[in-house]
């Protein structure tokens, strides 16, 4: 169920532990096969999972990178938008 932007659900887990992740919220974050590699952890009273995304979101490096609201970026992609946005001003 749709409530804002934020999809609602209630599940069981099963007795091994698992748990269907209903299909919107799989859209949603990209999980796009059983082949898409996922973080997972805890986050006080929260369980969070999220696409692992272990490279640069704009060109996959995989050193010097930061993550910036959950994406990874690299140093010299950010130059790159940084050079951008100063020609666009
Ligand atoms: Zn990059």
Redesign the pocket.
């Known amino acids: 169920m749709k409530k804002n932007d934020t999809y609602y659900d209630s599940r069981h887990v099963d007795e091994a532990g698992r748990i269907v992740i209903p299909k919107p919220m799989r859209d949603r974050i990209g999980i796009v096969s059983d082949k898409t590699p996922l973080e997972i952890y805890s986050e006080s009273d929260k369980i969070v999972i999220k696409v692992h995304t272990p ?7 995989i050193e010097n ?1 930061v993550e910036l609201k959950g994406k990874r ?6 130059e ?1 938008l940084n050079k951008i946005r100063e020609i666009n001003s």
Request: charged share 15%; aromatic share 6%.
């Open positions: 490279g640069c979101v704009i060109c996959g490096n990178t970026v690299c140093f010299e992609c950010i790159k």
